[in-house]
Nanobody, 126 residues
């Protein structure tokens, strides 16, 4: 089983940028498709982005498309979420997730992923 640990969250002003990392251990990272989700207080978990095991294919949620970029470095067992032009409505706990059942797919439902990190808080001030 893979263990996932997010980092890189914090407080940033609107218009700023952050890069989140998702460090994987315990299994071969390239066996997994990776997803990013977020959850704001009182709201359901929202799909942000997904990337296939090779990094060749990506998918983005409507609210972040054009501002966020998902990537991965399998040699470093790490995935990334680059977030630009941040808005207050991007404030949430961000989670990375792994799917080794369909590593070439781009799942956009939380149910597509079996492995989750603990989350990292991103707060965007206006």
């Amino acid at each position: 089983q893979v263990q996932l640990v997010e980092s890189g969250g914090g407080l940033v002003q609107a218009g700023g940028s952050l890069r989140l990392s998702c460090a994987a251990s315990g299994d071969t990272f390239s066996n997994y498709a990776m997803g990013w989700f977020r959850q704001a207080p009182g709201k359901e978990r929202e799909f942000v982005a997904a990337i296939s095991w090779s990094g060749e294919n990506t998918l983005y949620g409507t609210s972040v498309k054009g501002r966020f970029t998902v990537s991965r470095d399998n040699a470093k067992n790490t995935g990334y979420l680059r977030m630009n032009s941040l808005k207050p409505e991007d404030t949430a706990v961000y989670y990375c997730a792994g799917d080794n059942y369909r590593p070439s797919s781009l799942g956009f439902s939380a149910n597509d992923y079996d492995y989750w990190g603990q989350g990292t808080q991103v707060t965007v001030s206006s």
